[in-house]
């Protein structure tokens, strides 16, 4: 888990956020599927996203996804995800 957060510190998603979505619908898209509201069903998806630089044309946009489950009355963090500009 270290590394994983270690290596979301500098996403542009999450230190200069742009936009915020629950996921209905995500903000970031791009030319994967995003089956998140699928896998996740009943689960709060929270996004955090950043539309990239003009000096990428905005193709170096980014999103971090947490997925965060209601345990009995308790919320649990059980995933988190980037999403990013693929060719």
């Given at each position: 888990?270290?590394?994983?957060l270690d290596g979301l510190?500098?996403?542009?998603?999450?230190?200069?956020?742009?936009?915020?979505?629950?996921?209905?619908?995500?903000?970031?898209?791009?030319?994967?599927?995003?089956?998140?509201?699928?896998?996740?069903?009943?689960?709060?998806?929270?996004?955090?996203?950043?539309?990239?630089?003009?000096?990428?044309?905005?193709?170096?946009?980014?999103?971090?996804?947490?997925?965060?489950?209601?345990?009995?009355?308790?919320?649990?963090?059980?995933?988190?995800?980037?999403?990013?500009?693929?060719?």
């Amino acid at each position: 888990l270290a590394e994983r957060l270690d290596g979301l510190a500098n996403d542009l998603a999450l230190t200069d956020t742009v936009q915020m979505s629950t996921g209905d619908p995500f903000v970031g898209s791009g030319n994967s599927i995003n089956s998140l509201a699928t896998d996740f069903p009943g689960d709060f998806l929270v996004e955090f996203h950043h539309p990239g630089t003009d000096e990428f044309g905005g193709l170096d946009w980014s999103s971090v996804i947490f997925v965060i489950r209601p345990v009995n009355d308790q919320y649990r963090l059980v995933g988190i995800f980037n999403h990013g500009w693929t060719i």
